[in-house]
């Protein structure tokens, strides 16, 4: 079966780094979309950072312009997510997700299949 899997996550003080890392492999359909999106608690999902397959064409949320950014490795069927610069409000779980279907790919709900989620914990 098909799965997309997160890892890098944990505890960082504010100011430091992370390098999340996510893989799919076992997918139906040709890739379209790949991106992070994150939970903290009692709030809502919201997007992260996403990129267009085979494109150069990525998308920052405000908070993570500046202080985030994706990479790729065709290779390894890896998505990278090198956080710099966290602060406490970072604090959350980070999913990855793929999109293989369909036209939109801005929203969560757009999206095919998800991973488990990697914490992100910063302490001040």
């Known amino acids: 079966a098909g799965q997309v899997v997160e890892s890098g996550g944990g505890l960082v003080q504010a100011g430091g780094s992370l390098k999340l890392s996510c893989t799919s492999s076992g997918l139906n359909f040709e890739h379209l979309v790949w991106g992070w999106f994150r939970q903290a608690p009692g709030k809502e999902r919201e997007r992260v950072a996403l990129i267009v397959t085979g494109t150069v064409n990525t998308y920052y949320a405000d908070f993570a312009k500046g202080r985030f950014t994706l990479s790729r490795d065709g290779t390894k069927n890896t998505l990278y997510l090198q956080m710099d610069s966290l602060k406490k409000e970072n604090n959350a779980m980070y999913y990855c997700?793929?999109?293989?279907?369909?036209?939109?790919?801005?929203?969560?709900?757009?999206?095919?299949?998800w991973g488990k989620g990697t914490q992100v914990t910063v302490s001040t």
């Open positions: 997700a793929d999109k293989r279907l369909g036209p939109c790919f801005l929203q969560g709900t757009d999206y095919d299949y």
